[in-house]
């Protein structure tokens, strides 16, 4: 869908007195990453397609093999485009559990035995088959590599604690994808960047959470009720913008995200503070039991 930019010559672009940022606010952005889940993947879902010409008029053993093929192929591609969104969500946490299920893998496998079973009904001999699935099986795996197979960055974390924040994680995600797909129907491209804004603060506390787990009590407010209050209030003005434009609550709208930017921000600057307090009585306390045994550290150059 068309989207409207801003500009000199736009509806909104500048006026007397006024001008448009050419850029989008600081942070809108940040850290995103064109994703991987397109383009081969998506080709895989069209690959199979002709078996379907393939399955009719040749018996009904050859449908149903077809059919079985035809099946094993698009839950393989389906697999495979899970697989790789569940691998950027793991590359983009600093600590993370792996994949509870290797969907990529599965994708190899059923790529296999989908060539396997499409060859065998145009063939009808056992060798061929076998030798297609295993090739295709291994590009597949080569192609797209094989899912993350250990837990990243818990090494001495309490696992139960740890659980927790990835439960409170991945709803607090699930809220901030709800907003983005409320904010479409507004089809204003300047609220869209603000919410993105937005987003990247919220996700800045996200990970200091998910770095120490300990800070989960005292963030739990703002990855719950805040987030669920700003996800009601995004789809109540992508509602009204989508019926009929309203400045007023337009301005509202960015106002309170401004509003919750500027606490997410204080919130995340806050814990990182905790946290290196909390570093710092512990230097301290080991500095000093280290005196008592008689073993004196040089002082640190500033």
Do not use: C
């Not at 993370?96 to 496998?109: C, N, V, Y």
């Not at 088959?129 to 597949?140: C, E, K, Q, R, T």
């Not at 603060?201 to 300990?214: G, S």
């Not at 570093?279 to 500033?302: C, F, M, S, Y």
């Amino acid at each position: 869908m068309a989207q409207r930019f801003g500009g000199k010559f736009s509806p909104q672009g500048e006026s007397k007195g006024t001008s448009t940022p050419s850029t989008p606010p600081s942070g809108a952005y940040r850290d995103a990453r064109r994703t991987r889940a397109g383009g081969r993947v998506n080709l895989l879902f069209l690959a199979p397609l002709p078996l379907i010409w393939q399955a009719f008029g040749n018996g009904p053993q050859a449908l149903a093999l077809n059919l079985a093929a035809l099946a094993a192929l698009l839950l393989a591609a389906w697999l495979t485009r899970e697989g790789l969104l569940a691998q950027e969500a793991y590359e983009a946490r600093k600590v993370a559990r792996r994949p509870a299920i290797p969907r990529k893998m599965l994708g190899s496998a059923l790529t296999g035995i989908g060539l396997a079973v499409a060859s065998f009904a145009a063939k009808g001999t056992l060798v061929e088959p076998v030798i297609y699935g295993l090739i295709g099986a291994a590009l597949h795996l080569a192609a797209f590599g094989a899912d993350p197979m250990k837990n990243k960055g818990m090494e001495g974390v309490d696992e139960f604690q740890t659980d927790r924040v990835a439960r409170m994680v991945d709803k607090a995600e699930e809220h901030l994808a709800a907003m983005s797909d409320a904010i479409k129907r507004a089809h204003d491209r300047e609220a869209e960047t603000r919410l993105a804004r937005f987003q990247t603060h919220v996700r800045d506390l996200l990970r200091t959470v998910e770095n120490d787990p300990r800070d989960l009590t005292a963030a739990r407010k703002f990855m719950g009720i805040y987030l669920m209050g700003a996800r009601d209030a995004t789809v109540k003005f992508a509602d009204i913008q989508s019926r009929s434009p309203d400045a007023q609550a337009r301005a509202d709208y960015f106002s309170l995200l401004d509003d919750l930017e500027a606490s997410f921000k204080g919130k995340t600057k806050t814990l990182l503070l905790d946290d290196r307090t909390d570093l710092t009585v512990e230097i301290d306390v080991l500095r000093d039991r280290l005196k008592r045994e008689g073993i004196h550290l040089a002082a640190p150059e500033q």
